[in-house]
C-alpha cells in the first residue's frame, strides 16, 4: 500500500556495471542502468555506421524525420555525433527534410498548420538545414525520378576511392584549412528561415483535391498506403538530388523491418525484400538510401527518448473507415505485435532471417527490365499476367452503341489496345487516349505494382458503369478517365515514354 515496494520485489543490478541499480530491462536477462543503457545506444548506432561505411566524410546526408520516436531519435544521434564533446564525430553533413502528409490523413486546415508549426519548432530547434515539402508536391515530380540517376564519383566502386582513402583525404583537408573544432562546412546553414516559425503555408485548394482524388481511387487501404509510400519516397529522393544529397537516411526500426519484411512478403515482394529491408538500398542510383536505426527494437527507442527527453510529433495515420482488417500492412504489424506478447524472440527472428536474403534478384540490367514504379527488376514471367489481361478482363466490355461518340474501344482494353506485347497502343482510331491503353502499363509493372494497378482498375470499373433494375447499363464517366487519369502524372509521362 502507498508509495512502499512490494516486499517481494528484487532491484536487480546493471549487467555492464555491475554497480547501478537496473533502469530497464532491453531483453530477458539484460537490465540496464540509464548511464549504461545509454551508452549501448549510442555505441550501436556508431557501430551500424562504421561497420558499414557507405557514408564518406564531408558527404551530404539527408535525414528524413517524421515526428515519430525512431526518426526523431536519429536525429538526436546525429545531433550529439557532430557535438564537439563526442569522442569520435561524424563527419558527415546533415539536413532534415520532412514530408507532410495531412490532406490524406483526412486533417483540416487548421489542424495541419498547427502540426506544421510544431514541426517547424522541432526542425530549427535542430541547427540542421531543414525541407518542409507537402505531399502535394509530388504532383509536380518530373518522370526523371522513376529513371535511376548517375552514381556519383565520390562513392565507393571500381573508379572511386576508397573509404580509407575518402577518410585520409578529408582529415588531411581539415588540417589545411586549419579547422581544429569547428563544424563541418554547410553545418548550421538554414535553407528555411531562422527565427520563430511563421504561419506555414499550405498548398492550394485544388492541389488538395488532386491529390484526394488519386487516393480515393485507389480501392482498397492496401493500395492507398502503397501509393503513399511511392510518393513518400520519391519527394525525399527527389529533394535528395535536386539540393545536392548523396544519402538518405530513414528511421525505420528492427520491428518496423520485421513488420515490412512479412508485409512485403505477403505484397509479392519476395524478390525485393533484401532492399526493401536492408540497411541500404541502391536501386535509385545517385542517390542511397540508408536505414541506420534498424537495429532498434521499438522498446529500446521508446525507453531512451523517454529517458532523454527526446522531442516528437505523433501525426494520425492514414485514413480508413475499416477497423476490422483495414489494410495488409496494419493486419501484418498486429499479428506480430500480438506474437511478439506471447513469445518475445517472434520480431528478432524476422529480422534476422532478412538478413540473410540477397538483393541480387532486384537488380535490373535494363530499362526493360525495371519495373516503372518501384525501380526492382522485373520478376514476371507468364503465370497470371502472361495472357491477355487486358482491362476488360475487370470491368467487362460495353455496349457499342453506348461509347462516347467518336471513341475507340481502347479504354475497355479490346483488340489492339489490349495487347500486351509492346507498350503503345497500336490502335489506328484518331482516339487520342489510345497511346495510354491500361493495359499497356502492365508489361512495365513487377508483380507488386500489377496488383496495386489492379486495384485502381477494379475501382474505376465499378464507376464507369451502372447497372440498373432494367438490365442496361448507364455510362457515369468516360471510360479513358479510369485508373490512368488518377495516376500521378509524372508517372503517366514516364509510361508514355517507355
Not at 101 to 109: D, F, Y
Request: proline share 8%; net charge positive; hydrophobic share 35%.
Amino acid at each position: 500500500p502507498g508509495d512502499r515496494p512490494c516486499p517481494h520485489s528484487h532491484p536487480r543490478t546493471c549487467m555492464k556495471c555491475g554497480q547501478g541499480t537496473a533502469a530497464l530491462v532491453i531483453r530477458v536477462g539484460d537490465p540496464f542502468c540509464r548511464g549504461c543503457f545509454r551508452e549501448y545506444f549510442v555505441h550501436k548506432f556508431r557501430a551500424m555506421l562504421g561497420k558499414n561505411r557507405v557514408i564518406f566524410p564531408g558527404e551530404k546526408v539527408l535525414l528524413a524525420l517524421s515526428g515519430g520516436p525512431a526518426s526523431s531519435a536519429m536525429v538526436r544521434q546525429v545531433q550529439e555525433g557532430l557535438s564537439r564533446e563526442a569522442a569520435k564525430r561524424l563527419r558527415f553533413v546533415p539536413g532534415l527534410i520532412y514530408i507532410e502528409e495531412g490532406a490524406v490523413c483526412r486533417q483540416s486546415p487548421e489542424q495541419r498548420e498547427q502540426t506544421l508549426a510544431r514541426m517547424e519548432t522541432l526542425l530549427q530547434a535542430t541547427g540542421f538545414p531543414y525541407h518542409v515539402i507537402h505531399l502535394e508536391e509530388a504532383l509536380e515530380l518530373p518522370p526523371s525520378i522513376l529513371q535511376p540517376g548517375p552514381e556519383r564519383s565520390g562513392t565507393s566502386g571500381p573508379t572511386g576511392p576508397s573509404y580509407k582513402e575518402a577518410v585520409d583525404s578529408f582529415i588531411q583537408q581539415q588540417r589545411q584549412e586549419g579547422d581544429s573544432g569547428t563544424s563541418l562546412p554547410g553545418h548550421g546553414t538554414q535553407d528555411m528561415p531562422a527565427g520563430p516559425p511563421s504561419t506555414p503555408r499550405l498548398p492550394d485548394a485544388a492541389q488538395t483535391q488532386e491529390l484526394l482524388r488519386i487516393f480515393e481511387a485507389a480501392g482498397t487501404a492496401t493500395a492507398r498506403e502503397e501509393l503513399l509510400q511511392m510518393l513518400r519516397t520519391h519527394l525525399i529522393v527527389q529533394t535528395a538530388r535536386s539540393r545536392g544529397y548523396a544519402k538518405v537516411m530513414t528511421g525505420e526500426s528492427l520491428t518496423r523491418v520485421a513488420v515490412k519484411l512479412l508485409t512485403n512478403l505477403s505484397l509479392g515482394r519476395g524478390a525485393f525484400l533484401a532492399v526493401d529491408t536492408g540497411f541500404t538500398d541502391q536501386r535509385h542510383g545517385d542517390v542511397t538510401v540508408v536505414r541506420p536505426m534498424r537495429d532498434y527494437t521499438a522498446k529500446e527507442i521508446a525507453f531512451y527518448n523517454h529517458f532523454y527527453n527526446v522531442p516528437t510529433v505523433i501525426v494520425p495515420p492514414l485514413f480508413t473507415k475499416r477497423r476490422e482488417k483495414p489494410s495488409i500492412h496494419l493486419l501484418t504489424e498486429r499479428f506480430l505485435l500480438g506474437l511478439q506478447e506471447e513469445f518475445p524472440s517472434t520480431i528478432s527472428t524476422v529480422y534476422r532471417t532478412g538478413e540473410k536474403l540477397s538483393p541480387e534478384p532486384a537488380k535490373a540490367s535494363s530499362e526493360s527490365q525495371r519495373c516503372l514504379l518501384c525501380l526492382c527488376g522485373l520478376d514476371i514471367d507468364g503465370g497470371e499476367w502472361g495472357g491477355q489481361w487486358g482491362v476488360q478482363g475487370v470491368w467487362g466490355a460495353a455496349p457499342d452503341h453506348l461509347l462516347p461518340s467518336g471513341s475507340c474501344r481502347g479504354g475497355v482494353g479490346s483488340g489492339a489496345h489490349a495487347d500486351l506485347g509492346g507498350a503503345r497502343s497500336r490502335c489506328p482510331c484518331p482516339c487520342p487516349h489510345r497511346a495510354e491503353s491500361k493495359a499497356a502499363y502492365i508489361p512495365l509493372l513487377c508483380y507488386s505494382c500489377r496488383l496495386t494497378f489492379k486495384e485502381l482498375v477494379r475501382f474505376w470499373g465499378a464507376g464507369g458503369w451502372l447497372w440498373g433494375g432494367t438490365g442496361v447499363p448507364r455510362l457515369t464517366a468516360p471510360l479513358w478517365q479510369g485508373p490512368l487519369a488518377t495516376l500521378p502524372p509524372y508517372v503517366r509521362a514516364e509510361g508514355q515514354r517507355r
